[in-house]
Each structure stands twice: as C-alpha cells, then as structure tokens.
C-alpha cells in the first residue's frame, strides 16, 4: 500500500506517517523547502510546498505504481480578529494551501490514484468548516479567524466537487482530526497527534464506500 501525505514535517502530518509506516505502509512525506529530504525504511520524503505546481521529485518518488491514499494534510490559519482588523490577503493566503493546495495535489496524481484498486482522498479539514454548525452558533465566541473558517468550508466544498466528479473511481473524505495538542490545536486540545493518526490509520482500511463524506476521528460523522 503506497499513501502520500503533504504537511508531513510536523504535527498531525508526521504522526501519521510514522504510524503508516508502522502499519506497513509505504509513504512519501511531502514536507516544505529547508527539511530534511532522502528515503527512511518504508518512508521517502521529498520537499513538496503545496502552494507551488508538484514538482518531479514528488512525481519519481511516486513512481508508476498506483496511489492508494493521497492525505492532504498541509495547512495554514491565521489570528482571530474583527471585521475591522482582519487582512484579505490572509484568507487568500489560507486558501492558497487549504484549498489550492490538496486540488494541485489531486490534478497531479490522478492517473496513479485512478491505478490502485479501492483509491481515496482525505482532505485533513476541521469541523469549523461545518456551515450548518457555524450558522448554528456552535463555535460562536471562539475567535477563530476569518481564514482559518472560510478556508476549511471551501476545502469541504472541494471535497464534494471532486467525489461528484470521480465517482466511483476515487472516494473524497473530509476528515476532522480532533482537538489536537499541537501548535494549531486550540483551548481543551485533549488528543495527541499519534493517537488521531492511528485512528486514521485503522479507518483507511474501513470498507465504507460513502464518498464524499464527512468525519471526525474522535466522534463520527459531522455536518456539512
């Protein structure tokens, strides 16, 4: 099993390679200019910034083999601030890697995902992109910016558009990973990142043909 995970020199994106690699898996590590990059056991990383066109190490690292998971998991928030104070070239920003970036990854690697026999998309997104709950008023007075929740709705729009268009060929997942304990994680953060990533190690090998679908690792299906 081959699976390519962006965001992978931090945080949830490096929990969960150790813990594919763990599992058996081979894994190409998409991590930004200036990391370490070279092949470790199972594991190939390769530098990859989500916010440029895929590059040809990420290509050969690839290879022809078929590609049975793509985990767009690279990422980006911003401040919480008010109407008055927040800058429009943050949510540009945020949707540049939230939403360009897995999109980019996704045109790129077609052709080795559409090879492999059961293929799947995880768009590692947030239920703060829920529009039903924030129109609901769940997560109201939290402060998260304006980038961080615009961004992740359009990565679950992103998300439904490329299920509808690949149906039955490649299945598109939007998944929460929980209240995670890193730089990104917010107050009551209560999961560390390997335990969420070896909750989604084990779902990778679920069945469930239901795509799009929407997901949080510590508590099932969420809202659009």
Known sequence: MLAVVTGAGRGFGAALVDCLAGAGWDVVACVRAGAAAGPRGRVRTVVQDVREPVGAELLA?????????????????????????????????????????????????????????????????????????????????????????????????????????????????????????????????DTTPHEAADRLVRLLSSPDQRSPRYLSLDGGDLRW
């Open 61 to 189: 690292a690839v290879g022809e083999r078929g590609l049975d998971v793509l985990v767009n998991n690279a990422g980006v928030g911003a401040p919480g601030r008010g109407l008055a104070e927040v800058d429009p070239q943050s949510i540009l920003h945020a949707v540049d890697v939230n939403v360009a970036g897995p999109l980019r990854l996704a045109q790129a690697l077609l052709p080795r995902l559409v090879a492999a026999p059961a293929p799947l998309i995880v768009n590692v997104s947030s239920r703060l992109g829920s529009l039903s709950a924030q129109a609901a008023g769940e997560f109201a007075g939290r402060g998260t910016s304006y980038a961080y929740r615009v961004s992740k709705a359009a990565q679950n729009m992103l998300t439904i558009a490329l299920a509808q268009e690949l149906a039955g060929r490649v299945r598109c997942w939007a998944v929460h990973p929980g209240r995670l304990t890193t730089a990104m994680g917010g107050p009551g953060a």
